[in-house]
């Protein structure tokens, strides 16, 4: 049909506050709606508005547009390298793929289906086996976008992994099974929220959803795929820190090392100090950010600063006692990983200055 122009209307406003117009006759009757039908309203990138019809949408919809996203992947078993087939499949699902379908040649496919079933578990949130041959596995991703909002997932995914680092710091002590694998665990899931959100934002970008996904411009697409990469590192630098530990352990138990003193009660105590001050740093500038909060990101920037001069005294406090090399170095690695997690703080509240500032700007009177 091509394009009427169906003239202006005058924006009304009721007693309670809100703004209606009325819809152009014409209109009404060519698309044959009838009181107490729904009208989508779509918000398009220049702010104009796009009126879809309910019926009409669902018509669309059901001439294909929500067709599933399948991809088929053939692995001959004999040549592939399983890691590229993991990569591959890891590929798929950030790019919004609905169905993978892993066909396989070759000999000891029960091992490779093995292997990608407890991939797409521990990687894949969402993901489900939903049919299986001898010699193909078909994948779905099950969960939609609007089930799990990305801002929900970002959230859980920081909680996450500062939990993760907690439990490295206190594996310094006690060099427990459990705390170990509390943060393999931690680290597992952290991932997998970290590639669903990074799907989140590929799906948002590619239907231009940005207001959909809460943001108010499309740059947010890049500020949250950046806070996303620092919540990940948090996780990996705690896990590094379990990795070390986990070694260490080994070495002391079959009998190649030997440790003399036990570990330091001061220097652990003034550690686990500067971690606590770590993690409410990074928890405060998620609620910022969240927030859309200039001034309290700005508050965060300017604390951050404060921290430096309490790292350099127990630096200090390391080096004056004369610990284990060892011991030494693990140390050093868990209070490079608080300080990290400062530094992530900063960058997010940084972001969130540079999120809010037009909007501080535009609002401010000028005197």
């Not at 039908?37 to 009409?56: A, C, H, M, W």
């Not at 427990?176 to 665990?185: D, G, M």
């Not at 170095?329 to 400062?342: H, Q, T, V, Y």
């Amino acid at each position: 049909m091509a394009e009427r122009d169906l003239g202006y209307r005058r924006v009304q406003c009721t007693g309670r506050g809100s703004y209606i117009i009325s819809l152009p006759k014409e209109w009404v009757q060519d698309v044959g709606l009838k009181r107490g039908n729904e009208i989508d309203f779509i918000v398009q990138p220049d702010l104009s508005l796009t009126l879809i019809p309910r019926k009409i949408r669902e018509k669309y919809k059901g001439n294909g547009q929500t067709k599933l996203r399948e991809y088929y992947i053939s692995v001959d078993v004999s040549e592939e390298n399983l890691e590229s087939t993991l990569r591959m499949i890891k590929a798929l699902y950030v790019i919004s793929a609905d169905v993978i379908r892993v066909h396989f040649k070759g000999e000891s496919v029960d091992k490779y289906k093995a292997i990608i079933k407890n991939f797409a578990r521990d990687t894949l949130l969402g993901a489900e086996i939903i049919d299986e041959k001898t010699d193909e596995i078909t994948l779905q991703i099950l969960i939609k976008h609007s089930e799990f909002p990305i801002e929900n997932a970002v959230r859980r995914m920081a909680i996450i992994a500062l939990s993760a680092n907690r439990d490295s710091i206190l594996s310094l002590k006690n060099r427990s099974k459990e705390l170990f694998q509390s943060v393999i665990n931690a680290h597992h899931d952290a991932r997998r929220l970290g590639l669903y959100a990074v799907r989140q934002l590929k799906f948002g970008i590619e239907r231009n959803l940005f207001r959909e996904l809460g943001f108010k411009t499309p740059k947010e697409f890049l500020l949250y795929r950046i806070i996303v990469n620092d919540i990940k590192s948090i996780s990996e630098n705690a896990l590094n820190v379990i990795n070390n530990l986990t070694t260490l352990q080994k070495q002391i138990d079959e009998q190649l090392l030997f440790i003399k003193e036990p570990i330091d009660e001061e220097v652990y105590t003034q550690l686990l100090t500067f971690n606590s001050h770590a993690h409410l740093l990074f928890e405060e500038s998620i609620k910022a950010m969240f927030k859309r909060d200039y001034f309290d990101a700005e508050k965060i920037i300017m604390k951050r600063e404060s921290f430096t001069q309490l790292e350099n005294e127990l630096i200090k406090l390391m080096t004056s006692k004369k610990l284990d090399p060892n011991i030494a170095a693990i140390f050093r690695l868990a209070l490079d990983n608080s300080r990290r997690i400062m530094d992530y703080a900063q960058d997010i509240a940084e972001l969130t200055l540079n999120r809010t500032v037009e909007e501080i700007c535009t609002t401010l009177e000028v005197k």
